[in-house]
C-alpha cells in the first residue's frame, strides 16, 4: 500500500519561497503514475497546482503564473513543490497525491492523497 | 477552466436515510472522466467514484454515482455515522483538473 507524506516549513514569509517535499513508501516515483500537488486555501475550494510523471513530464495549473515547480528525486523517491514569490493568498493546507490519465485523459484521476501540511505565509 | 458548482454547501440528515448530492459543471464533461471524493474530518480525501459510476476499490456499494454532459450526482443510500463526511467532485476531462466546492453531509 502506498503512503504519501507530506513535509516542509509551516511558516514562510511573503515574497519568500515555499518548498515542500512528498516522501512516497510503500512504492516508488519510477511507477506509471502522475506526481501530484494540490492546495486548499481557507474556506476555499481545492486547487490543482501541478504535478509530474516519472519520466519528468510537467504539467502545471495557468492560475500560478509561472510560480511553481515541481520534480521528483527518484534515488530519495520522493517529490517536491517550490513556490516562488509568495503571499499571504497562497497560504493553504498542501496536498501531496498519486494520480494517473486514465484512457485519453489529458488531466489526473487523483487515487490517493497525503495527510497534507499547513502552510502559512506571514 | 470547467468550474465544478455542488450544492448546498451542507445537508443534514439521520442514520439510515439516502441522500443525493448534487453536481454541476460550467461546460460539459465527459462521464469517462469525472470523479467524486470523502473526506472524513481531519483525515486524507479518499476516491470514491470514477468515470461517473465506478465505485473505487474497497468503496461500498451504497454509493453510486450517475450523471453527464453537466450534471452529475453522487447517492449514498442507508447512511451509515462513518458516511458522515465532506464530499467533493472532480473533473479530469479537461486541464487544468478542477474541484468542487465540497458538500458537507451532517449529522441531522
Known amino acids: 500500500q502506498v503512503h504519501l507524506q507530506e513535509s516542509g516549513p509551516g511558516l514562510v514569509k511573503p515574497s519568500g519561497t515555499l518548498s515542500l517535499t512528498c516522501t512516497v513508501s510503500g512504492g516508488s516515483v ?12 481557507p474556506g476555499r475550494r481545492l486547487e490543482w497546482i501541478g504535478e509530474i510523471y516519472y519520466t519528468g513530464n510537467n504539467n502545471y495549473n495557468p492560475s500560478l503564473k509561472s510560480r511553481a515547480s515541481v520534480s521528483v528525486d527518484q534515488s530519495k523517491n520522493q517529490f517536491s513543490l517550490t513556490l516562488i514569490s509568495v503571499t499571504a493568498a497562497d497560504t493553504a493546507i498542501y496536498y501531496c497525491a498519486r494520480g494517473i490519465h486514465p484512457g485519453s485523459a489529458v488531466a489526473s484521476l487523483v487515487q490517493q492523497w497525503g495527510q497534507g501540511t499547513q502552510v502559512t505565509v506571514s | ?17 439516502s441522500v443525493t448530492l448534487s453536481c454541476r459543471a460550467s461546460q460539459s464533461v465527459n462521464s469517462r472522466y469525472f470523479a467524486w471524493y470523502q473526506q472524513r474530518h481531519g483525515q486524507a480525501p479518499r476516491l470514491l467514484i470514477y468515470g461517473t459510476s465506478n465505485r473505487a476499490a474497497g468503496i461500498p456499494d451504497r454509493f453510486t454515482g450517475s450523471g453527464s454532459g453537466t450534471d452529475f450526482t453522487l447517492t449514498i443510500s442507508r447512511l451509515e ?28
Open chain 1, 30 to 41: 519510477r511507477s506509471s503514475n502522475w506526481w501530484i500537488w494540490v492546495r486548499q486555501p
Open chain 2, 81 to 108: 455515522p462513518e458516511d458522515f463526511a465532506v464530499y467533493f467532485c472532480q473533473q479530469y476531462s479537461s486541464a487544468p483538473l478542477t474541484f468542487g466546492g465540497g458538500t458537507k453531509v451532517e449529522i441531522k
Open chain 2, 1 to 17: 477552466e470547467i468550474v465544478l458548482t455542488q450544492s448546498p454547501g451542507t445537508l443534514s440528515f439521520s442514520p439510515g436515510e
